[in-house]
């Protein structure tokens, strides 16, 4: 079951409070009660008072719910709940049945999918509350009472409900549920106490009858029952058994030994794909000893007869040394110096050993290995010399590409050796000496590099700080070629493997191989830091984070913990506890260059610039060596909008090392300048040097973008797909490039592609919707914005995009509402303001819109869009042509390439009666755009005015032939017509203008005075009257006039409108 999947089941069915009765796979619980349970029974009433003193409300991004206190040492007291309670991110709370509330940290948090939806907490309190006994046994009886307590949603009091146990399922269903219950349980109370008659604690409620989604029914090993067992199923409530606890928090003091034992007798065969890695690893990898430099390891790729090939690190096997190969299965084979080919450049090796053994020889992986993967998730096989000759499998992230690994180089000097070594490698594994020339291996067991190194960390030997870095596979190749090797007897695979699932990424975090062992009683701050290390590595932050802060209590001038510290709150976006963490590094120890850097970056993501300058320019005072400082600080001080300055930093980066990525960076500020020619030749080098990266294609797409060259722009996004076809970014950039050049469905496919990489990445519906949007297909496009939304409830953009459609769709109400809270959330973004007033223009707020655009101005004072709108309230509604005529100017001289204004700005001169300034906009407009069929319009209407009535027809048919559903020139060639006597033709044109806009009233009005001329008395009179129930202005000859009606349709009309037929329209209306 996917993630989503199981957001969809925890929003249904909440409380999440699930109903467990399967028969058939469920075992039945005994009928003999238990001796333990039939010697400790209490009262009811007794009980009650327990669960009230124990229960406690949770609060949490998740909506919270309910949990129960299971053990208190000195002020620290221990909370459980579960899983699906709390929230990984943001900050949780609980409430004591005494109404305090207390802020609580997540010490261990289970995996719902992997069947353990237990989460524990702790606070820190003076107060002495009272905690539950855990039931030391599983035994239960069938209709054995039991007592289920939480604080419903709906409620403000704790809930305490009895009932009887049904069933104890052999198989969980996929949260971990088993117990299965008659007890009421209430949205809400998910994560509150089981109870049995002893007043002890079985069980965590964990979901209510009649879930709504069948697949919350599903079993934990992915069968399903019968619909006859569903329906007995549902009719339950269930809950996680207190003994799961042990897998999800089995350092906790309160757990039994038997639970801790009975878990590992228990533990899976080695199905997983991870034991599958673990024993392909098994099998390939040796250890290389050596009589006086310790040991290493390394990598079995090749058989040629009775020979085998082994790929190391060239350091294992460099110095001059007798050594001796250790095969999987034990055995000794020494090695010749005249078997070992070194590398003169890499950190790599390739020895040769001869045996008439079989030994298993891995598969290489042939592929881009910086191709995009959402969670890039590989092993370590190797022997660490501590120990004991037992091999060790670790786990941890690749990082993206070789540019990451660059940046970490804390000086010129390394990052020279990183790159002469062909460290292009690197990844989060942890790594410990005697693991250099180990397997680097893919989630298939397919081998993608060699271990070398771990990068220095500055701090010392303690601490398991820094980066893996390793020589790709790929790098080798010679090397073997060098050994005698025929490469047709490599194993080479050439397909990248499918990115993990989620459960198989849950799977990983906790599989027994990668726990790392808690430290004991007497354990030194050392110890407590590489622990939360290794739980960092494994991104179990709220448990790295208790880790560390258990380091620093027994340390309090530990700065290299608080760092940690740091970067664990930073993993989960919790920067402010991060920016806290490095400044107390700092005040210990402020000249480490490392906590500088880091204190930047998390300035950078609290938008808090200037202050991140100062971090960046205080970590090059302390390590002026360090290229990517100067990277940094070049983007500090763009971010800033300090351009030049941010160059200038950058340059000074390519200066002490031209790399790839500096190109990229300075392209990109050449870029904020305008300057596409600069930042094309600086993507160009950038390609030149890394010509399989497709950030550097994405890149220079960009720029050609911006030079408008879309044909160059749309082979660059097409060059990046065939290097990143999994890179979801990629497609999103060439459908906009599609939209740019009309091929709309082709964008569309992208950017269905785009969502079917990334289904959980807002953005990717915002751009799909505005596609949408842009075909006129609003219904569409409020779907994606609706999805949007739904995925990041806090983007202001999403909230404006949906407005727009609404707008389209005339509900301004409801784009009202979006308007308001795009304004809530981001009140500084001119253009919401502009939306909202065009709204207000609608809903004939006229007050309210120019408030609106006159704020937009005070945030952007450059926004001529602003300035057009807040014109056409002036002039189109409120008359005041003066004030519009400023507005228009101070438009078009901030956006002088825009044909539109100045056709609105000629009819503000016609009105002040300026003809000739009118004229010259009219002009400027139809320079700019040839087609605009309101420009020749305007320019009709004037020569019409003057009386030059064969100019304006000549200007009044190009409008049409512009747009041939443009009505105002037919009605007002009718009117011409009418005056030089050609009545049919005038009765043409405005039966046209009729027919193809019924909704406007000129047309019909002029028709009526006609037909009433000709003696058609009654249509005449018909259609007059349908024409002022449109627009009852056209009742009054100074109207009629002011549009342009001549004498002889004017006199004509004032016949008409004196008939009694209309004066009575008019005394009416």
Not at 872 to 885: E, G, H, I, S, T
Request: charged share 20%.
């Amino acid at each position: 079951m996917n993630k989503l999947n199981s957001l969809i089941i925890t929003i249904l069915s909440t409380s999440l409070v699930l109903h467990f009765a399967y028969t058939a796979t469920s075992q039945q619980v005994s009928n003999q009660t238990t001796s333990v349970l039939a010697n400790n029974t209490l009262s009811s009433e007794k009980i009650r008072q327990i669960a009230q003193s124990v229960t406690v409300k949770v609060f949490s991004p998740n909506q919270g719910g309910s949990g129960v206190l299971i053990s208190k040492q000195g002020k620290t007291y221990t909370i459980l709940t579960n899983a699906h309670v709390i929230g990984i991110k943001g900050t949780n709370s609980i409430q004591t049945f005494d109404g305090k509330t207390h802020a609580a940290t997540v010490i261990s948090r289970g995996d719902s999918l992997a069947g353990n939806d237990l989460a524990v907490l702790q606070f820190q309190s003076q107060e002495n509350y009272q905690v539950i006994a855990l039931a030391n046994n599983s035994n239960f009886s069938e209709n054995q009472e039991v007592f289920a307590a939480g604080f419903p949603d709906d409620s403000k009091e704790i809930v305490i409900t009895n009932g009887q146990i049904s069933l104890f399922s052999e198989k969980s269903l996929v949260r971990g549920y088993q117990i299965g219950y008659t007890n009421e349980i209430r949205q809400g109370m998910s994560g509150g106490a089981l109870l049995n008659q002893s007043g002890q604690l079985i069980g965590v409620n964990g979901l209510q009858s009649n879930a709504i989604l069948k697949e919350t029914y599903v079993y934990q090993d992915g069968t399903r029952p019968s619909a006859e067992q569903l329906q007995q199923l549902r009719k339950l409530s269930f809950a996680v058994p207190i003994q799961t606890l042990a897998k999800v928090a089995p350092n906790l003091a309160i757990i039994p030994p038997q639970w801790r034992n009975q878990q590992q007798a228990t533990r899976p065969a080695g199905n997983t794909f991870v034991d599958k890695v673990d024993n392909i690893a098994q099998q390939i990898t040796v250890r290389i000893d050596s009589k006086n430099n310790g040991n290493g390891s390394g990598v079995i790729i090749a058989k040629q007869g009775d020979t085998y090939y082994v790929a190391t690190a060239l350091h294992v096997v460099k110095n001059p040394d007798t050594y001796e190969i250790i095969a999987p299965d034990g055995k000794q084979y020494a090695v010749q110096q005249s078997n070992i080919f070194k590398s003169e450049v890499l950190d790599a090796a390739v020895v040769k050993f001869t045996s008439n053994q079989t030994y298993t020889v891995a598969t290489i992986a042939k592929y881009d290995l910086y191709s995009y993967s959402k969670k890039p998730w590989i092993f370590l096989s190797g022997f660490p010399q501590q120990a004991a000759g037992k091999r060790k499998l670790t786990a941890g992230l690749r990082s993206y590409g070789r540019g990451t690994i660059f940046i970490h180089a804390e000086s010129l000097d390394y990052l020279n050796n990183v790159i002469d070594a062909g460290y292009e490698l690197g990844y989060t594994n942890l790594t410990k000496p005697g693991m250099s020339g180990g397997a680097v291996l893919n989630a298939l067991g397919q081998v993608i590099g060699i271990n070398t190194s771990i990068e220095p960390n500055g701090i010392g030997e303690k601490q398991e700080l820094g980066l893996g870095l390793g020589v790709p596979i790929n790098s080798i190749f010679g090397l073997l070629t060098k050994s005698g090797l025929k490469p047709e007897l490599l194993k080479v695979v050439t397909q990248a493997p499918p990115q993990l699932t989620e459960t198989e990424i849950n799977t990983l975090k906790n599989h027994p191989l990668f726990v790392a062992q808690k430290p004991s009683e007497n354990a030194t701050e050392y110890d407590w830091l590489n622990y939360g290390n290794q739980l960092w590595r494994l991104e179990k932050y709220p448990e790295s984070v208790a880790a560390l802060q258990q380091a620093i209590k027994l340390k309090p001038d530990f700065y290299e913990a608080y760092f940690a510290l740091g970067l664990a709150e930073y993993a989960q976006e919790k920067y402010p506890q991060a920016l806290v963490a490095y400044e107390q590094a700092i005040e210990i120890n402020p000249d480490y260059d490392k906590v500088w850097l880091s204190k930047y970056s998390t300035l950078n993501e609290l938008q808090k610039y200037p202050e991140a300058l100062v971090a960046i320019d205080k970590a090059i005072e302390y390590n002026s060596s360090d290229v990517d400082l100067y990277l940094q600080r070049g983007i500090a001080l763009r971010n800033l909008k300090r351009y030049p300055e941010a160059l200038a930093a950058v340059t000074k980066a390519i200066e002490m090392k031209p790399l790839f990525f500096l190109y990229l960076a300075r392209g990109n500020v050449y870029s904020q300048l305008k300057n596409y020619q600069a930042a094309l030749a600086d993507y160009n080098q950038a390609i030149k040097l890394e010509p399989d990266d497709a950030n550097n294609y994405s890149l220079r797409g960009n720029g050609y973008w911006f030079l408008k060259n879309y044909q160059a722009a749309l082979a660059d996004f097409n060059q990046a797909i065939k290097l990143q076809p999994d890179n979801a970014s990629n497609y999103s950039l060439r459908g906009i490039v599609y939209g740019k050049l009309e091929n709309y469905q082709a964008a569309l496919a992208d950017y269905n592609q785009t969502i079917k990489l990334q289904p959980d990445d807002a953005s990717n519906y915002s751009l799909r919707g505005f596609l949408y949007w842009f075909l006129k297909n609003y219904q569409a496009a409020l779907a994606d914005y609706n999805q949007a939304i739904k995925l990041q409830p806090d983007d202001a953009s999403n909230y404006r995009l949906r407005g727009n459609a609404y707008w389209f769709l005339k509900n301004y109400q409801a784009a009202l509402a979006d308007y308001n809270q795009a304004i809530k959330l981001q009140s500084d973004d001119a253009s919401i303001y502009n939306f909202r007033g065009i709204i207000y223009v609608s809903l004939k707020n006229y007050q309210a819109a120019l408030a609106d655009y006159s704020q937009a101005i005070k945030l952007q004072p450059d926004n001529a869009n602003a300035y057009f709108g807040r014109g056409d309230v002036y002039k189109n509604q409120l008359k005041n042509y003066q004030v519009a005529l400023a507005d228009y100017s101070q438009g078009i001289k901030l956006q002088p390439d825009n044909a539109q204004p100045y056709v609105a700005r000629g009819g503000v001169y016609i009105q002040l009666k300026d003809y000739q300034a009118a004229l010259a906009d009219y002009s400027q407009a139809i320079k700019i755009q040839p087609d605009n069929a309101n420009a020749y319009f305007g320019r009709g209407v004037i020569y019409q005015k003057q009386g030059s009535d064969r100019a304006a027809l000549a200007e009044y048919n190009q409008a049409i032939a512009k747009d041939g559903k443009f009505v105002a020139p037919m009605i007002n060639i009718g009117y011409i017509k009418y005056e030089k006597g050609d009545v049919e033709g005038a009765i043409q044109q405005w039966e046209k203008a009729v027919q193809i806009d019924g909704s406007v009233a000129e047309p019909q009005m002029a028709l009526a005075v006609a037909l009433y001329a000709k003696g058609e008395q009654k249509k005449a009179l018909n259609m007059a009257q349908a024409a002022l129930r449109l627009d009852k202005s056209f009742a009054h000859v100074e109207v009629l006039k002011e549009n342009l009606w001549g004498t002889r349709l004017v006199a004509e009309a004032q016949k008409l409108l004196s008939h009694p037929t209309i004066q009575a329209l008019q005394i009416k209306q």
